[in-house]
């Protein structure tokens, strides 16, 4: 059973460039989400993807774009780079529940950006 | 607002003693609590989780965690540490219900970071 893969696994930009983080949510999994991981700190959520719309958005600037396929797979857009995107970027995927008791998420290996 | 407090950036224990990393939560509502570990340069692996019921909980490679509402807390715990225990570890809250539910984000803390001598 796979896990949650995502890809590339590192990645160099420079600032002003635009970049697409990409993710496959676990086996049987409908929801994907995005989040931020800064060096020395916590993962931020910025945003989440079920039924192919954003279900759900952290306190990102539009920059941050994403996209869900109908296969449940999951891309991140990041438009114009700054120094300050460069950060693991993780993706997680989890099974929706209707009633809203706990959905887990499970986590990628992520992709390491570094904007220059 | 809802936030997560791991007071200790980093704790050193000998290989074989006991651990307790702690957890404080702040939310607005019934909270579901996670720990996660994440090894250098990889992504978060999912160790114990607590929604309802029994408040000690049992995770993977010998952790557990216990929820005391009374505390607003979700300390995690192991009776004896291994070397491969070293990682960074993170408490995180989420898929609340209720009236302004963030439904299905994660708020995590700022980590611990786990050092272990052999």
């Known amino acids: 059973d796979a896990g949650v893969t995502q890809s590339p696994t590192h990645l160099i930009k420079t600032r002003g460039q635009q970049v697409t983080l990409r993710c496959s949510p676990k086996?049987?999994?409908?929801?994907v989400s995005w989040y931020q991981q800064a060096l020395g700190q916590g993962p931020q959520f910025i945003f989440q993807?079920?039924?192919?719309?954003?279900?759900q958005r952290g306190n990102f600037p539009d920059r941050f774009s994403g996209h869900q396929f109908p296969n449940y797979s999951s891309e991140l857009n990041v438009n114009a780079l700054l120094l300050g995107d460069s950060a693991l970027y993780l993706c997680?995927?989890?099974?929706?529940?209707?009633?809203?008791?706990?959905?887990?998420?499970?986590f990628g290996p992520g992709t390491r950006l570094l904007v220059l | 607002a809802q936030s997560v407090t791991q007071p200790d950036i980093h704790i050193t224990v000998s290989e074989g003693a006991s651990l307790e990393l702690r957890c404080n939560y702040s939310?607005?509502?019934?909270?579901?609590l996670f720990w996660y570990v994440q090894s250098p340069g990889q992504g978060l692996q999912l160790l114990l989780k607590?929604?309802?019921?029994?408040?000690l909980v049992q995770g993977i490679k010998g952790f557990e965690a216990e929820f005391k509402r009374s505390q607003s807390s979700f300390n995690l715990r192991k009776p004896s540490v291994h070397w491969s225990d070293a990682a960074e570890y993170f408490c995180?809250?989420?898929?609340?219900?209720?009236?302004?539910?963030?439904?299905?984000?994660?708020?995590f803390g700022r980590g611990t970071q786990l050092t272990v001598w052999p």
């Open positions: 993807y079920y039924e192919e719309e954003e279900r």
């Open positions: 995180a809250v989420g898929g609340l219900k209720g009236r302004g539910s963030t439904l299905g984000r994660l708020y």
């Open positions: 607590y929604f309802s019921g029994d408040t």
């Open positions: 086996s049987g999994h409908d929801t």
């Open positions: 939310y607005g509502a019934t909270p579901y």
């Open positions: 997680a995927s989890s099974l929706f529940v209707a009633s809203g008791d706990g959905e887990t998420q499970y």
